[in-house]
Nanobody, 120 residues
Framework: QVQVVESGGGLVQPGGSLRLSCAASGSIFSINAMGWYRQAPGKQRELVAVIRSGGMPTYAESVKGRFTISRDNAKNTVYLQMSTLKPEDTAVYFC??????????????WGQGTQVTVSS
């Protein structure tokens, strides 16, 4: 009913920047929140940043001041601008959307993930 697709991952050197995009599509009435999570090898998935409708963004402490989440409501798209990247930011980044369907039920949908590798 809802598809979430990420793009923009890749290989970047330490100190570099990268922008991730995530678009939601399908039987969408509205979107309560969209967010980014990441999972490094051998570690649990963790919240990176989330932005709710009408609310302030929330960031993990480890990315505050370096990452910026933004949202285009007209396009059902969320972006993650990542700057001053560090090797420890290497992970698969997943997008998540809390969606109210046209049927008025609420679902949480995940994308397939996009790899971000920070290495020289």
């Amino acid at each position: 009913q809802v598809q979430v697709v990420e793009s923009g991952g890749g290989l970047v050197q330490p100190g570099g920047s990268l922008r991730l995009s995530c678009a939601a599509s399908g039987s969408i009435f509205s979107i309560n929140a969209m967010g980014w999570y990441r999972q490094a090898p051998g570690k649990q998935r963790e919240l990176v940043a989330v932005i709710r409708s009408g609310g302030m963004p929330t960031y993990a402490e480890s990315v505050k001041g370096r990452f910026t989440i933004s949202r285009d409501n007209a396009k059902n798209t969320v972006y993650l601008q990542m700057s001053t990247l560090k090797p420890e930011d290497t992970a698969v980044y997943f997008c998540n959307a809390e969606v109210i369907l046209t049927s008025r039920s609420t679902v949480i949908s995940w994308g397939q993930g996009t790899q971000v590798t920070v290495s020289s």
